[in-house]
């Protein structure tokens, strides 16, 4: 109201007469203001997350633009605008499969940080539905810069499945060190065997029943089942291939990540790689 009439009448005045301290009004006045220059950005920014980050990658986003803003201003812009990130849906806990009795050891052992790109890598796989009928993805992450360096898409949850994935990296197989899994019998086989052994490739897999030691790889694959696998129906296996390369794109040149300092895979590796030259 004291906007409405300050072409009348002066602010002092209305706010001696409302009993409202100019200071409230103008704090006030500028929040309102402070609100209106931050929401479109706020809105681009989570729209650009394909509906993914929430209040504190949000945040880190205005930062970057020069915005200083709380978790709880964001939040609240947030709803006030019906912005509801994927990762407030509850997650569904798959059933654990039937692992293989190998004794071949845990080489990895939860380290899960290492300073040189693409010397250890690991990957799991998981279900997808495509025409109303489970089918499987694997990918292959370096554990570097959390980068998906390999992907295959099938009908089947087998060997070939991931030696489609191995197939489809872009750098020399035998920059890889270290292959860590799960104990499942997708991983530990013939054909999986051949490919190590030809590059060299010393292999790693997770204690029987735990999950904890193959944990990037299973908070890769929350990330895309929140962000990705749910929120589209795939009609078939080659409308999942063309969509997911398009997420894999966006996952390691756009998508930023806590892990990585807030920085996306690439630009993680461009600006380590920067330090040594």
Sequence with gaps: MIKNNSHKYSISAMCKVLQLSRSTYYYESKQKIDTDKITPKVIDIFKASRNNY??????VELNKLGFIVSRRKIGRIMKENGLVSN???AQYKPHPNKCNESKISNELNRKF???TPYSVVVSDLTYVRVDNKWNYVCILIDLYNREIIGHSVGKYKDANLVYRAFSSVSTRLDNITLFHTDRGNE??????DEVLDTFNIKRSLSMKGCPYDNAVAGATFKIFKTEFAKNYHFESLQQLEIMLLDYINWFNNFRIHSTLGYLSPR????H???KTV
């Design 187 to 192: 991983f530990k086989n013939k054909i999986i």
């Design 267 to 270: 630009d993680y590796k461009l």
């Design 54 to 59: 929430g209040t504190r990658k949000i945040k």
């Design 113 to 115: 940080n290492t300073n």
């Design 87 to 89: 990762y407030t849906v």
């Design 272 to 274: 380590n790689l920067k």
